[in-house]
């Protein structure tokens, strides 16, 4: 697994909103982010997948991490996946990729 977010792959829409794949892992000691797999980042959940606890730990760990209100964060697919993708609004690409950069150290 990489430690940096330069092996993030992020998608910007039309809207001008940033996407990104996460893969979930439910029932962590911690949450956290936690690195880069496959493009795709990392994100360690202590909630566990159960009536959508853990997505919305994913979206609270996710605003923390790159510091803006959870409204600005959206799952916009795989409510019932590990895989996710997730819609991040009101900021740009190289502000993401800066943001989860500092998450990861």
């Known amino acids: 697994m990489k430690m940096s977010a330069n092996a993030l792959r992020l998608v910007v829409t039309r ?3 940033v996407r990104f794949e996460v893969l979930a892992k ?5 949450s956290r982010v936690a690195g880069v797999r496959e493009e795709a980042l990392v994100v360690q959940l202590a909630a566990p ?8 730990e994913l979206i609270e760990t996710l605003a923390a991490a790159l510091s803006v209100p959870r409204r600005d964060v959206t799952l916009v697919r795989g ?3 590990r895989t996710k993708l997730v819609e991040v609004r009101a900021l740009g690409a ?6 989860l950069e500092l998450a990861l150290r």
């Not at 190289?94 to 943001?99: G, L, S, W």
């Open 26 to 30: 439910p029932r962590a000691r911690t």
């Open 49 to 56: 997948p159960v009536d959508g606890a853990a997505n919305a």
């Open 79 to 81: 409510e019932a996946a």
């Open 15 to 17: 809207e001008g909103a």
């Open 94 to 99: 190289d502000e993401v990729r800066a943001r």
